[in-house]
């Protein structure tokens, strides 16, 4: 089997991260010769001891990377959470700009109706009272006509009377 080369763990310039370089381990064990009568194997000691040391070095820089992902989010959580917050007391301000807003229409309906009650019952005793005084008047009217029917059928009469007188 060839010898793997820990230079191999950097792709363009680039350090691989830590699982890659995992990878290149697992592979240098996976490829150790072993011993004869043995469940022991010869591993290329500078080869592995070389890509512990790039996981050494690897781990900080990807812990660091992990802790600044971490950092970002933990930010954006708490934006979105104020956020949220924002927009749930915006809906409650609306809720209760709208309840309000409802509770005066409903109490300006309730007064409207009460008003025209109040009207429709003033128009009505108007009324009554109109009638009742028409009736009243021509009451008092037709016993002033009954009286002048009287007083002409009295004057008729003694006029009547003269003419018959004459005759």
Sequence with gaps: MSE???NETFVEGERLGVPALLDA????????RSMPMSSSVLINRNEALD??????????TQITRADEVLSDASVVFEDAQ?????IVAA??????????????????????QAIIAQAEEAAQRLTTEADDYCDRRLADFEIDLGRLLTQV???RTKLAQRLDEGI
């Design 51 to 60: 890509l512990l040391d790039e996981l050494r070095e690897a781990l900080p």
């Design 82 to 86: 104020a956020q949220a917050e924002e």
């Design 25 to 32: 381990l697992t592979d240098v064990i996976e490829r150790a």
């Design 4 to 6: 793997h080369n820990y």
């Design 91 to 112: 809906a409650r301000q609306r809720a209760i700009e709208l309840t309000s807003q409802q509770t005066v229409v409903q109490e300006a309906q309730e007064h409207a």
């Design 153 to 155: 059928q009295a004057g």
